[in-house]
């Protein structure tokens, strides 16, 4: 097996990094070496935040080098197109329809794009977008979005889907109890919002 390169991106406070946390779990659970890297800017109050995460039999570096994603998973749309160059060319890109603005863009220093999806497609990028943050709302909680998109991309790993639930629903078995069974209806959720969609590109 070749290694597998995930790139995560998004705003501070969605739950990035505690899902490639997951994702790493997940894979070292299966025996696979794992390295990550986190960039994180003032993620408290909703700055960028980046990660990488690899593995395979031998991973030597946690950096993803530009154009060598299998997989971009966006957890903010704007980011996704922002970090789209990362993909390999055949690379799926899995992203929120959220809008969340960060504060780059409401100080004015950036422009939030009119159309972020589209233009990532524009770029012949393959996308499967839906709306992460409705579907983590429909079960009362925004913050299970991170969830959604765990669920998402769970049938883009080369392991099944079984493994990144079980690695979830033990995350929050130890730190939330009462979260599970919300955790596992979100991850479902996801699962089933990318399993219909065909990519445009």
């Not at 690899?54 to 299998?70: K, T």
């Not at 983590?136 to 079984?162: C, K, W, Y």
């Amino acid at each position: 097996m070749t290694i597998t390169n995930i790139a995560v991106c998004g705003i501070g406070g969605q739950g990035v990094m505690t899902a490639t946390e997951i994702l790493a779990e997940a894979a070292l659970s299966l025996g696979f070496d794992v390295k990550k890297t986190e960039v994180a800017g003032m993620s408290q109050r909703g700055g960028v935040v980046t990660s990488h995460l690899r593995f395979g039999p031998q991973v030597l570096s946690p950096q993803i080098v530009p154009g060598e994603a299998d997989l971009l998973v966006g957890f903010e749309a704007a980011e996704a197109l922002r970090w789209s160059h990362m993909l390999k060319p055949g690379g799926v890109a899995l992203v929120n329809q959220g809008r969340f603005v960060p504060p780059v863009v409401t100080i004015g220093l950036y422009d939030y794009p009119a159309d972020p999806i589209a233009e990532m497609r524009a770029l012949g990028v393959e996308v499967y977008d839906f709306d992460a943050s409705a579907l983590a709302l429909q079960l009362g909680n925004i913050r299970l979005g991170n969830t959604v998109m765990l669920g998402a991309m769970s049938d883009r790993l080369p392991f099944p889907a079984d493994v990144l639930r079980n690695a979830v629903l033990a995350r929050f078995g130890v730190r939330k109890p009462a979260l599970v069974d919300l955790n596992r209806q979100a991850f479902e959720l996801g699962r089933a919002a990318v399993a219909g969609l065909g990519a445009a590109a």
